[in-house]
């Protein structure tokens, strides 16, 4: 099966930010990746309840990898000559 995907992995360690500003910037930043403008939106300042219970974490990257699939789907090559296979089966 053929997909497109973009992909990364990022190895490090992490640890909880522990000021009040920084972990409600951080989720300022997360909340408007995620759907623009969002903060803007929301009850904010986070109640003590919100803040207690939520855990951001900053992250030290030592090393990371990516990886990207492009293009339209295409059959394996030991597939190709194989009219059984290309007749009926699709990618």
Same mark, same amino acid.
Do not use: C
């Given at each position: 099966?053929?997909?497109?995907?973009?992909?990364?992995? =990022?190895?490090?360690?992490? $640890?909880?930010?522990? /000021?009040?500003?920084? $972990?409600?910037?951080?989720?300022?930043?997360?909340?408007? $990746?995620?759907?623009?403008?969002?903060?803007?939106?929301?009850?904010?300042?986070?109640?003590?309840?919100?803040? /207690?219970?939520?855990?951001? =974490?900053?992250?030290?990257?030592?090393?990371? &990898?990516?990886?990207?699939?492009?293009?339209?789907?295409?059959?394996?090559?030991?597939?190709?000559?194989?009219?059984?296979?290309? &007749?009926?089966?699709?990618?």
């Amino acid at each position: 099966h053929s997909y497109n995907y973009r992909s990364a992995v =990022l190895r490090g360690f992490a $640890k909880p930010v522990e /000021t009040t500003e920084e $972990k409600v910037w951080a989720m300022e930043q997360i909340t408007n $990746k995620v759907v623009p403008q969002r903060w803007q939106n929301t009850r904010t300042p986070p109640d003590k309840v919100e803040m /207690t219970s939520t855990m951001i =974490l900053r992250v030290t990257i030592e090393s990371g &990898s990516g990886k990207i699939r492009d293009g339209g789907p295409h059959d394996e090559a030991k597939d190709e000559d194989r009219e059984d296979v290309t &007749s009926r089966v699709w990618v």
